[in-house]
């Protein structure tokens, strides 16, 4: 392995021991409350609409917005300071803190002041800083970042938080539960509140025409910083200004749960500073509140820091939409397995991480472990403003590849006959053109095979492009898919059926797991529909995986090609693999012309969501092999796009009985099992879904997954083999209609 | 009509784990004083034919009352839907009387509930072009899951009540 790639894998591999069992608590529990609360309401759709079309309004108008807000703040008796970068915002809060003589400061949570490193710069200039979010503080005693966006101390357990503050502070009484170690907190980060020369905070949302801060937060640490000294700054990044109070709604609904699975945050605060409470001096106990003299100050500092060049870069924009609620790392295999710490920007961690750190850190932030998204789109539902997260990922990935050295080129130009540019790295190259390499495999087989899993040859290719020798490789068919279909002779009632759909034989399909697409035609063809089969061209999944978008855009031509023919002839297109029905359905609209994507968008079916469109339409079940027990994974891309109902909806029809996964992600998620700086988080996430498969004790069940990589997660986690759902309820062989 | 308002608002109360008691104005000093624990602190709750001047509620607030008191009392209005207090910041100390005591009661009319977030965001923006430009939507008792466990009463009170005044 390379020493890169050691490095990597010793990094996943400590955090996996110190860091994974806390985090996945934590994620679990939260994401089991926002299934639960989002399943109470059925607007839930409609508001992530609403708040995305305000959010992309406000960026829209952003220069707009930061002058209205500028003059209702100093209508209010604020001031506005708008920051060019980290020094420039950190120099202008020092100076409020020693306009102000100040030596204390409180703070709540606020991802963008750990952007700009303000403790640091506070400190340095004398103050004294605390944080008041209790897991903030946590992180703050530790010495550590933030591992989460939400929870930053997400990472730590009851355990851990104790034998922490048990070092750290002279307390009578050993620490021990959670409520001791809360109301420890609380009264120590309590007394620096009361004491605090300045309060500071972040903010979720600004509202411009009003001067106003939307603070969220479930402690109440926030309003407590706001108001109790006389001075407050609130820092946030410019991408919060929206326009008025009466865009509040969707996110005040939305926030919570996505963050929580709370139905509301317990406090939603809307201050328009500097407020009208009173000043709480505690040093003057006995002085009536409302006869305090009421000389609040108020700073607005609005950072840009490289979003204004965000907001001009037509991939990286929607990363300004975020509201930070962390429901992105929640909903991530990986994250729940080694938590934010490994997916280390500087700053920000878990699924929209990269974005942030390409916008404001710039790439080589950005680059360090971007790989750890798989591209599963879990994330994709479960964010509030519906941001293409994963998209995200492949540009930056894509941008991160562009700036490569040329190290390896030798290796591969001409072998990998890819459309990026040289630089890429050699691991990459090598699954961005997995197709090349099937089709090579399948033409030499069974010698590719031998070949492929002989022990020296597996060595150079662990240590030349990182596939893990511990990984079982896909064993390549010398019959592929297509040269079965064409052989064969056409069916009696070919040219007469009232449904035509061709196949697209997916790589694997094709080359490997030919057993499904012939299970896929015998199924079609059992439901009365006439099948043509498309030449198999790789779908552009592999080398998005890789942040290849350009050889991905020539892949997705050149399938549009083979397709728009029949497409013309009025047939719909029928997928086995799951992530290449996501391709057609959600990456084609960003690398084709927008008419061609959305035609093919339109009529193209996941195979089983088309048996059971064909079934409600009359086509007879009873051809279909059904009844049995089964375990059934569906797919992470299946279920965002909504179709592992369908496959769902036949196995009942056809009477089997099932018992269905709920883990995001197989821990596969295409080639990124294979690689060996990652192998064994992805086994560790993989053993989620095998122990929540033996807790069901599914081991007289048949085994049945979507994915080809879930298929082979399973298979090297479980005893059992596992087949696609085609395969289980396709029609016998001799039960086919063969020949004329 | 207004009976439905107030048993949807005292369900979703229950839902956030806050008490609540409906009252006459009449008898709200009474009322007031069987749900208060003493020593409590209050701002003055401006509706008529109740106030806090004929209760053991100390007004006006002062921070060693806010450190001390069991009981903070302030009018707030609500939120049916998720049994949310809105808490508008004023001069005499709404919102840290809400905020630093551990137990806040909130005292609303009947005629102050509002349905849901939408309309209350509506409401709020007159009430912002009329200057009262700061309000906390407070729903429940503080918590925080930081340690590792849910727990009540973090910076922000542990319990919360309501007392809802049902024919203002
Ligand atoms: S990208 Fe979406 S899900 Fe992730 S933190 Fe931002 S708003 Fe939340």
Redesign the pocket.
Known sequence: MSADRERKAAKIRHLLETEGDAVFENTTHVNAGRYETNSHRDDIDELRTRAREIKEDAIERLPELVETVRESVEANGGEVYVAEDAADANRYITEVAESKDAETLTKSKSMTTEEIDVNDALEDAGVDVTETDLGEFVVQVADEAPSH?VGPAFHKSTEDIAKLFNAHFDTDETLETAEDLTQFARDHVGEKIMDADVGMTGANFVFAESGTISLVTNEGNARKCAVTPDTHVAVAGVEKLIPSIDDFPPFAELIAR??GGQDIATYLSLLSPPVDSPVVDFENPDEPLDRSTDDREFHLVLLDNGRTEMREDDELRE?L?????????N?CANFQHVGGHAFGGETYT???AT?WEAGVHGMDSAAEFNDLCTGCSR?VD??????D?PWINTVVRDRVNRGTDEEFDWLVEGLTPDADPGGVDLQKRLFGNFGTLAKLGSATAPVSNWLADWGPSRAVMERVAGVDRRRDLPEFQRETLVDWFESREPLATAGDADREAVLYPDTYTNYVLVDRGKAAVRTLEALGVDVSIAPCHESGRAPLSQGMIATARENAERVADSLDPHLDAGRDVVAIEPSDLAAFRREYERLLDGERAQRLAENSYEVMEYVYGLLENGADPDVLAGGGDIAYHSHCQQRTLDVDQYTEAVFERLDYDVVTSDVECCGMAGSFGYKSEYYELSVDVGETLADQFEAQNVDQRRLVASGASCHEQLESLLPQDSTHPVELVAPAVERVPRTR | MRTDTIDRFADSLSGADVACTRVEAGAFADALDDVVEQPAVGVPLDIDGVSLDDTDVEVPPTPRLLREAETGVTRVHGIVDYGTFVIQADEAGAEPVSLYPTTHVGVVRASDLRENVHETASWLGEEFDAGRDSAVLATGASATADMGELVSGVHGPQRVHAVVLTDR
Not at chain 1, 321 to 329: N, S, V
Not at chain 1, 382 to 387: G, T
Request: hydrophobic residues 40%; charged residues 10%; glycine residues 16%.
């Open positions: 966006l996505a963050a990363t939409y975020c509201i930070r609620c962390g429901a992105c790392a909903s878990g699924g929209i974005g994330c479960a964010c509030p403003v519906k941001i997260i």
